[in-house]
Nanobody, 117 residues
Framework: QVQLVESGGGLAQAGGSLRLSCVGS????????MGWYRQAPGKQRELVAT???????SYADSVKGRFTISRDNAKTTVYLQMNSLKPEDTAVYYC???????????WGQGTQVTVSS
């Protein structure tokens, strides 16, 4: 079983920064990618950023230029550096991990990020 533990969420002022961390543990092999998703009340869960084993990254248009995803493969850890935060970034942020074979997806419990005006 795989467990993902997120940390780093909390309160920030608009224009401020937060750094989220997600540490994976358990039987992890053949990692495809890790990433971050977020969900605000009344909205669908959306992709924020992903990073693949080869190092390539993808970002939602709303966070490009402000957020940076990185990883430490040895620790199965993924980070999300969030700069220039906006109130619209307020959401529960979820860590995601995908494995092969077979394809399996794991989620953390989420960490609340709240950005004040």
């Amino acid at each position: 079983q795989v467990q993902l533990v997120e940390s780093g969420g909390g309160l920030a002022q608009a224009g401020g920064s937060l750094r989220l961390s997600c540490v994976g543990s358990g039987s992890i092999a053949n990692l495809i990618d890790m990433g971050w998703y977020r969900q605000a009340p009344g909205k669908q869960r959306e992709l924020v950023a992903t990073i693949r084993t080869g190092g390539s990254t993808s970002y939602a248009d709303s966070v490009k230029g402000r957020f940076t995803i990185s990883r430490d493969n040895a620790k199965t850890t993924v980070y999300l550096q969030m700069n220039s935060l906006k109130p619209e970034d307020t959401a529960v942020y979820y860590c995601n991990l995908r494995l092969l074979p077979p394809l399996r997806t794991y989620w953390g419990q989420g960490t609340q990020v709240t950005v004040s005006s």
